[in-house]
């Protein structure tokens, strides 16, 4: 039996059984099987090439954005409109059968947009040339899928189930749960919420004997799910941010379009007609969360031109020093910071500080 024939075996027998108190040791079981028989599928072959391999396409510019989508949703022409780069457009499925670079000049930033060919169902578990496309999402700061404006909702949640089966999470943070296994002591389950709704110590102690664990800490700082706590143990799962555009709205009405604006994290777009292109890039760049820290040299104005461009969750004056030269660090003596961060323009601050967006910093060296 194949993995993929285990996978639908036990994913048939999961959606056989009833949700009750009684059964929740079993289904975390279950959901503990599955995890491992994915992980298969993700993780390389010994003594051959990688399974998840992706497409040879080197990183660049300060984030890397990835189209994602089925064949024939406006991907290519979405890159074209967005880039310098010319993607093949046709009126066929397939056009696109490699992953086409391009970057986009927004803000001071240089951000790399990555055309990937289209996925069908069942990409996760090998069929077309799935499983590169997924890997190379792994790579990105931010992935954008694109849906067709007719078919929206069927193809979105087809594409988020392929890319969960690979270990991506999308608008997710990593749960709150501390794990850390030991030689010998047995299961410790600790909580910090009170009464968790969805574990206990039964199910986790079921959930590890699985993973042939027998002693382990385990601490709840939230109210974790069975699924949050596999994704900590297998520890081998991104949280990427993801924007959903829906392209060629120019086939809606007004009212279908009212509708939509339901979904939570979606742009409504015609990329042929270049319909709403800004409000996508305002949305990425929001998505991205990145932060432009404008250099100062001593005794001259700021360069406005070229900003340095880190990430929100690591945007320290250290942080900022590595962007610019990673020896710059052992003749720093302090820096002089101009902007929102600072309580007066001009502040001495240390590495430690934490920078905001268009701030402007003076490095000052040892002697």
Sequence with gaps: MTTAQKIREIEDEMARTQRNKATEKHIGTLKAKLA??????????????AVGEGFAVTKSGDARVGLIGFPSVGKST???????????IASYEFTTLTCIPGVIQYKGSKIQLLDLP?????AKDGKGRGKQVIAVGRTCNLIMITVDALKPLG????IENEL????????????NVSFKRKERGGINFTTTIGTPTHLDREVCQSVLAEYKIYSAD??????????????????????????????KIDQLTVEELDILDRIPHYVPISAHLEWNLDALL???????????????????????TAPVVLDAGHCTVEDFCNKIHKGLLRHFKY??????????NGQRVGKEFVLHDEDVVQIVKKV
């Design 36 to 49: 491992k028989l994915k992980r298969e599928l993700i993780t390389p072959s010994k003594g051959g090439a």
């Design 164 to 175: 969960e089966g690979f270990g991506i999470r999308l608008n997710k943070q990593p749960p």
């Design 218 to 247: 385990i601490t709840l700082r939230e109210d974790a799910t069975v699924d949050d706590l596999i994704d900590v143990i297998e520890g081998n799962r991104v949280y990427i941010p993801c924007l959903y555009v829906l392209n």
């Design 118 to 122: 289209g996925i069908i169902e069942g």
């Design 282 to 304: 305002e949305k990425m760049w929001e998505y991205l969360n990145l932060v432009r820290i404008y250099t100062k040299p001593r005794g001259q104005i700021p360069d406005y």
């Design 335 to 344: 820096a002089l910071v101009w902007g929102t961060s600072v309580k007066h």
């Design 155 to 158: 193809h979105k949640k087809i």
């Design 78 to 88: 979405l890159l074209t409109k967005l880039t310098d780069t010319e993607s093949l």
